[in-house]
């Protein structure tokens, strides 16, 4: 079945830097790819999405280019904030009926001032 | 916008007791989830529901039970709840036939 992989955290950054989480998947197919945040003590957001390849996806400053070459979903964000510390996950459908998701484990991101 | 929402923020249950978590869409979503989410195991789907009455099993569905008479709520229950069921219970929604959910705050339960 379909799955997702990213790296591990806590990715800890100081405010500004250039920030990067990867994510790659195993699928049958091109599904689409999600990136979702989540703040503390909150639930999970959609930060954005991917629907085919070569798709790039964006959002309050974030992007991620789906890449079928190299089955990657990588976040990006060029200078980030105090504001951005949460836990990312990426996901994928799946496959099958109902719109399960399968999530990664998350990436902790901490941005210190 | 899509609303979920989640009965309590916050929950502290006593071992054997029944718990009840509610989950409320707005958006008249087919499909509804229950997730829990532990440090470093990320989420697990408990149940899932794709119209009312129906649900099916998730990863990790032993000691939980779910409930859908309507549409727009979706309930998880803890028959007796255990301390091993302490954790973070996430609620989403999404439309029939496509992927994107939307999840509620979260419920905090702990169990002592």
């Known amino acids: 079945g379909n799955s997702v992989t990213q790296m591990e955290g806590p990715v800890t950054l100081s405010e500004e830097a250039f920030l990067t989480i990867n994510c790659t998947y195993t699928a049958t197919g091109y599904p689409s790819l999600f990136w979702y945040v989540q703040y503390p003590g909150e639930g999970l957001q959609l930060l954005l999405k991917a629907t085919k390849a070569d798709d790039k996806g964006s959002n309050k400053g974030f992007e991620a280019t789906y890449r079928k070459e190299t089955t990657s979903f990588h976040l990006e964000k060029g200078s980030v904030q105090v504001s951005d510390s949460a836990v990312y996950f990426c996901?994928?459908?799946?496959?099958?009926?109902?719109?399960?998701?399968?999530f990664g484990a998350g990436t902790q991101v901490v941005v210190t001032p | 916008d899509v609303k979920v929402t989640q009965s309590s923020r916050y929950l502290v249950k006593r071992t054997g007791e029944k718990v009840f978590l509610e989950c409320v869409q707005d958006?008249?979503?087919?499909?509804m989830f229950w997730y829990r989410q532990d440090p470093g195991l990320g989420l697990r789907l408990i149940y899932f529901?794709?119209?009312?009455?129906?649900?099916e099993k998730g990863d990790i569905p032993e000691g939980y039970s779910v409930s859908r008479e309507k549409k727009e709520r979706f309930s998880l229950i803890l028959e007796s709840a255990s301390t091993n069921q302490t954790s973070m219970y996430l609620c989403a929604s999404s439309r029939g036939g496509v992927e994107t959910q939307y999840f509620g705050p979260g419920t905090r339960l702990l169990v002592l």
């Open positions: 958006m008249d979503h087919e499909n």
């Open positions: 529901s794709y119209d009312v009455k129906m649900k």
């Open positions: 996901a994928l459908p799946l496959g099958g009926s109902w719109g399960k998701l399968q």
